[in-house]
Nanobody, 120 residues
Framework: HVQLVESGGGSVQAGGNLTLSCAIS????????VGWFRQAPGEEREAVAS?????KVYYTLEGRFTISQDNAKNTLYLQMNSLTPEDTAMYYC?????????????????WGQGTQVTVS
């Protein structure tokens, strides 16, 4: 049973930084690729960053964002720097059992509940 639990969201002023965390449980072959998506009200869910189990970063939406994982802690991170109001959204952690990291939401099998990031 795969479970993804995000934390670290909150309100921050423009120019500030946040680090999101995602605790991941479940079989390793269910979580070959893990990543972050975000969705603002009225917008489609978009890929923010993704990383494969071997540490290869497949995608990063912005150079201000850094994705990383601590396999010993089964935790995924998203470091976000120089945040702008356009970064305001619900941020979701997702995992996939595929042998690649896609950029579409439908490429991912499991999702967390999300953590809100608000930049003002």
């Amino acid at each position: 049973h795969v479970q993804l639990v995000e934390s670290g969201g909150g309100s921050v002023q423009a120019g500030g930084n946040l680090t999101l965390s995602c605790a991941i449980s479940g079989a390793a072959d269910s979580n070959r690729c893990v990543g972050w998506f975000r969705q603002a009200p009225g917008e489609e869910r978009e890929a923010v960053a993704s990383i494969y189990t071997d540490g290869k970063v497949y995608y990063t939406l912005e150079g201000r964002f850094t994705i990383s994982q601590d396999n010993a802690k089964n935790t995924l991170y998203l470091q976000m720097n120089s945040l702008t109001p356009e970064d305001t959204a619900m941020y979701y952690c997702a995992s996939s059992n595929k042998f690649f990291c896609g950029r579409r939401a439908r490429d991912y099998n499991y999702w967390g509940q999300g953590t809100q990031v608000t930049v003002s």
